[in-house]
């Protein structure tokens, strides 16, 4: 009969012979400081927790699998109250506001709780959403899509929303009049391309997007796309050489030797 398997330890066994807390670990490292002096406690203990790759991994599939619990439809909502309902309810869940027809803001508290009573609203359309720093991803927008009344939508500092969500947008061309994307760090010029179908934007916010590489003309080729919209964001000069004097100074600054 074979012996029992001994657990599975990631750190090596100096770390079960006495050694208590980060000072302990730090000792064991100072006794082989003359084989691995210059290397930092991190490559050590990199040597040691074979398993740290598969723990990375671990913990990015645990936080991409988050994300998605978080955009998952309510479909029974949406089959029992309609689309609006549905759609209130996840942007909620997610931590934004939404805006019925004709009544007040609905928020949810500190504590993520909010009130049902919107339930009730089954024949009022959504009129403005508030999905500012949400968890919101190309999944989640099913459940805007389907609010064709939409007026307006901040995605301000969305953190999953890219260039690939601003192409799924057109559903909402003939509703959407104000849009704002400021400081969302995945949107680039391919993305805002996209927005040439919402031809009823009124106002279009896209300051504070990292991803842009040349903030001034992509707000005067916005405008142009856009020509009935208020484009908020870059200055138009920015990202442009500043005249003719700055680009002299940069031709004429000296090669390093």
């Not at 927790?49 to 998952?72: G, I, S, T, W």
């Amino acid at each position: 009969m074979a012996a029992p398997r001994a657990p599975l330890h990631l750190v090596m066994p100096v770390w079960n012979r006495g050694t208590r807390g980060i000072r302990g670990l730090s000792r064991a490292v100072a006794l082989e400081g003359s084989q691995k002096k210059g290397r930092s406690l991190l490559q050590f203990l990199a040597d040691r927790f074979y398993d740290v790759q598969a723990l990375r991994e671990y913990l990015l599939q645990k936080q991409v699998l988050k994300v998605h619990q978080k955009n998952r439809p309510f479909t029974y909502i949406k089959e029992r109250f309609g689309p609006h309902a549905a759609g209130a309810y996840f942007i909620l869940k997610q931590g934004g506001a939404v805006k019925f027809q004709g009544k007040e803001w609905i928020r949810s508290d500190a504590h993520g709780h909010f009130s049902l009573d919107f339930l009730k609203f089954q024949a009022v359309p959504v009129e403005a959403v508030n999905a500012s720093g949400c968890a919101i991803n190309y999944q989640g927008l099913d459940s805007l899509l389907a609010l064709k009344e939409l007026r307006s939508l901040w995605l301000q500092r969305c953190p999953h929303v890219d260039d690939w969500c601003l192409g799924r947008l057109h559903p909402l061309a003939n509703s959407l009049q104000e849009l704002s994307l400021a400081g969302c760090p995945r949107i680039s010029e391919r993305g805002l391309a996209s927005l040439h179908h919402l031809q009823n934007l009124r106002r279009l916010d896209i300051s504070d997007l990292h991803a842009v590489s040349n903030p001034g003309l992509t707000r005067i080729l916005v405008e142009e796309m856009l020509p009935s919209c208020q484009v908020l964001g870059a200055d138009w000069a920015q990202g442009l050489p500043s005249g003719p004097d700055e680009q002299s100074q940069d031709k004429a600054s000296p090669i390093p030797a």
